[in-house]
């Protein structure tokens, strides 16, 4: 998708961009506020102006992907209000892209399931979209971990611990992998083991991958960070500090919600963390107040606030949804569904507003009155409630217009994202020190790819080769 380069922006265009961002929001909060399940309840297409409505209705999912998301050149029906084309080109104006500087086409083009970027024993029990993430951030932790010259690499809110493998087994860096399930921590010592196993037994087979020097596995702790407190646990050395002291990396791959606020504040309080290297997500988990805003900049702005329905929209897979509408499959009409049995499960219990259904599965194979019946049941409702099944095929007519509603503020849901981010750097940039963004993985993967590089040293044209390729294989 089409943005704004997020690398390079000096410190008084952040700051621009910021201003410019909450004033967007604030005009189109009704978009971003909605809950596409309330379309109907809330008669949320009659929120829109009519001639946006004039515009949209009508549209078939391929349409939408076309006009909206840019893909294909865009042949209009009609001609376009111009504030619905001020909304599309402000969406992709102030957002930063989330479109790397390389191309990897290769990486899973010969088998899905298997990066060729990866040899065998690092692939192993983790999915295409994991070994991409870890093979890309653990590169960038390696070339910024040589950059500012760490000792030692802190992989927090680590999970199973393949990032911490592939950096440590992988590429020779020293971590300690900080996890606050001890479930996850157990597994990830198996893994441990059973990797150490299988890159000896492949040098047997190929004396000539003879690593020089001993593997280090990584030394995994079992502790809750709290977003709050400075972890002394984090901080402690794994080796005798060399002659320069202890200077630490931390690192967190898709670190939930107030662990991403966690590790930019050990960062900047902490003399013996020098660098950072963390993509968050989860954003709707972050305290408030507390996890948003952090800067003085953004925290002075007026609509500022990001309330939890913006915060979880922007946690959408835009590019991955734009693919759906392309394909135009049928579990698009979810959300139309959805969004009707809102309208039976209100008539009958009134107070039950926004109820958490379990997911349904094949709901493209149901009839809506299917679908009404068994999500009654999920909710603990009679399944054999009578049914206005003329409403119900009224709302199954509309089924575009939701779709098309919710691609509206899917479309929107970067500037969220991008403000959250900002001020992220703004934070770090009161502070005196040094921070980027930079687009890490391959969206269509991994849509949270947004990296947020900080050290505590000024390192100029070097943020650059941090976002190019590693020739290398592990």
Not at 8 to 32: D, F, K, P
Not at 358 to 377: D, F, M, N, S
Request: proline share 7%.
């Amino acid at each position: 998708m089409p943005g704004i380069s997020a690398r390079g922006l000096s410190h008084e265009e952040r700051r621009q961009l910021a201003v410019n961002l909450t004033r967007v929001l604030a005009l189109y909060r009704s978009i971003l506020d909605a809950y596409i399940i309330e379309f109907f309840t809330d008669n949320l297409w009659g929120t829109l102006p009519n001639s946006w409505q004039e515009a949209l209705d009508g549209l078939n999912p391929p349409q939408l992907a076309t006009l909206l998301y840019g893909l294909g050149g865009p042949v209009y029906r009609s001609v376009w209000p111009l504030t619905l084309l001020a909304l599309k080109s402000t969406a992709y104006a102030l957002a930063f892209t989330r479109t790397p500087g390389f191309h990897t086409p290769s990486e899973f083009l010969e088998n899905p399931s298997q990066s060729s970027r990866l040899t065998a024993p690092f692939r192993k029990h983790v999915r295409p979209k994991k070994q991409h993430e870890i093979r890309r951030l653990g590169e960038l932790v390696k070339k910024l971990s040589d950059l500012t010259g760490c000792t030692q690499v802190v992989d927090v809110g680590s999970g199973q611990g393949h990032l911490s493998r592939f950096m440590s087994l992988g590429l020779g860096l020293v971590v300690k992998s900080i996890e606050g399930d001890q479930r996850l921590v157990e597994r990830a010592k198996r893994l441990d083991q059973e990797l150490l196993q299988a890159l000896e037994k492949e040098e047997r087979r190929n004396p000539q991958m003879v690593q020089t020097g001993p593997r280090h596995s990584p030394h995994h702790v079992v502790r809750w960070v709290d977003p709050t407190a400075l972890c002394e646990e984090l901080l402690l050395p794994l080796e005798n500090p060399h002659q320069g002291g202890t200077r630490l990396l931390l690192t967190g791959l898709h670190a939930c919600g107030d662990l991403s606020v966690a590790l930019l504040r050990h960062f900047s309080c902490c003399p013996e963390v020098v660098a950072l290297a963390s993509v968050g997500c989860c954003y709707m988990k972050l305290s408030d107040p507390g996890g948003y805003p952090l800067s003085q900049w953004v925290a002075g702005l007026p609509g500022c606030e990001l309330p939890y329905r913006l915060r979880e929209g922007a946690c959408h897979a835009l590019e991955e949804y734009a693919e759906r509408l392309q394909k135009a499959g049928p579990g698009l009409r979810t959300h139309c569904y959805r969004a009707a049995l809102e309208t039976v499960i209100r008539r009958a219990q009134p107070e039950l507003r926004r109820p958490g259904v379990q997911g349904i599965p094949r709901v493209h194979e149901l009839k809506i009155e299917e679908y009404v019946q068994r999500g009654l049941q999920r909710v603990g409702l009679d399944p054999q409630l009578p049914l206005n099944l003329a409403a119900l095929r009224g709302h199954q007519a509309q089924e575009n217009r939701v779709v098309a509603f919710f691609s509206l503020a899917l479309l929107l849901a970067p500037l969220v994202e991008t403000l959250i981010l900002l001020d992220r750097l703004l934070y770090l940039q009161e502070q005196g020190f040094h921070a980027e963004l930079l687009p890490i993985f391959s969206p269509e993967l991994s849509p949270r790819n947004l990296v947020l590089v900080a050290t505590k040293m000024p390192l100029g044209q070097a943020f650059s080769v941090l976002e190019t390729e590693d020739s290398r294989q592990p």
